[in-house]
């Protein structure tokens, strides 16, 4: 497995948000979001180390979650048979993904929660998500859009009308528009979803391996 970092922190964002974690950062993503904060993990020479599935079992140790993300985590030849054993270990795991990759490599288990990402215009990467993908999420998992201006709302608004799914949907701003800003939007609008804030930035701001 090509690693940026792991490290141990509390979850930053979607439904885990405060709880004790360690983090697994892949390296190399094929996508290229214009306000992507992880820039540093873009592409495989961006890896700091090789580490095996089970190197990387021993180094979590007995954390009882796990958040795998990157770049794209399923960028990764390993990440079928790295979260099939986080799962096996009863380790609750949240799997960031970009939405763009094909979720049917992810194993099923009540102990994965997938995070997909729909991207917004803002992004640039909008025409890249893989419609198929939903079929893939439950009640458990998460679709998160990330809001930086009324453009970005709106389409939101039209993909969730024209894609219903039965599931948790995160709106998290970003860029110009505050919290406060979207969760007036959301009300106003009665969008039934969660308007979360990335909590480790408010406690650390953009410092890495937090």
Same mark, same amino acid.
């Given at each position: 497995?090509?690693?940026? $970092? /792991? *490290?141990?922190?509390?979850?930053?964002e979607?439904?885990? &948000?405060?709880?004790?974690? +360690? *983090?697994?950062?892949g390296? %190399?993503?094929?996508l290229?979001?214009s306000?992507?904060?992880?820039?540093y993990?873009?592409?495989?020479?961006?890896?700091t180390m090789?580490?095996s =599935?089970? !190197?990387?079992?021993d180094?979590?140790g007995?954390v009882? #979650?796990v958040?795998?993300? @990157? %770049? !794209?985590?399923? /960028?990764?030849?390993?990440?079928?048979?790295?979260?099939q054993?986080?799962?096996?270990? %009863?380790k609750?795991?949240?799997?960031e993904?970009?939405?763009? &990759?094909?979720?049917s490599?992810v194993p099923s288990?009540?102990n994965?929660?997938?995070?997909m990402?729909?991207?917004c215009?803002? #992004? @640039?990467m909008?025409?890249r998500?893989r419609?198929s993908?939903?079929a +893939?999420?439950?009640?458990?998992?998460?679709?998160k859009?990330?809001?930086?201006?009324?453009?970005?709302? $709106? +389409?939101?608004?039209t *993909?969730?009308? !024209? /894609?219903?799914?039965d599931?948790?949907?995160? *709106?998290?701003? =970003? @860029?110009?528009? #505050?919290?406060?800003m979207?969760?007036e $939007?959301?009300?106003d609008r009665?969008?039934?979803v969660r308007?979360?804030p990335?909590? /480790?930035?408010?406690?650390? %701001?953009?410092?890495? @391996?937090v």
């Open positions: 497995m090509k690693v940026v $970092e /792991h *490290f141990l922190s509390i979850q930053g979607g439904l885990q &948000m405060g709880r004790l974690t +360690y *983090f697994v950062r390296a %190399g993503c094929n290229r979001c306000w992507c904060d992880t820039g993990a873009l592409s495989d020479s961006d890896a090789d580490l =599935v089970d !190197e990387l079992m180094i979590i007995d009882g #979650s958040c795998f993300t @990157g %770049g !794209e985590p399923l /960028h990764q030849k390993d990440a079928a048979e790295f979260l054993r986080l799962a096996d270990a %009863g609750t795991t949240v799997l993904t970009n939405g763009s &990759m094909d979720l490599v288990s009540p994965i929660i997938i995070s990402d729909v991207k215009p803002s #992004s @640039g909008q025409d998500v419609i993908n939903l +893939y999420l439950s009640r458990k998992d998460q679709l859009f990330v809001i930086a201006d009324r453009t970005d709302l $709106e +389409y939101a608004e *993909f969730l009308r !024209e /894609h219903p799914v599931t948790n949907v995160i *709106f998290s701003p =970003v @860029g110009g528009v #505050s919290l406060g979207l969760a $939007e959301v009300v009665k969008l039934d308007v979360l990335q909590l /480790h930035k408010i406690i650390w %701001g953009d410092r890495k @391996g």
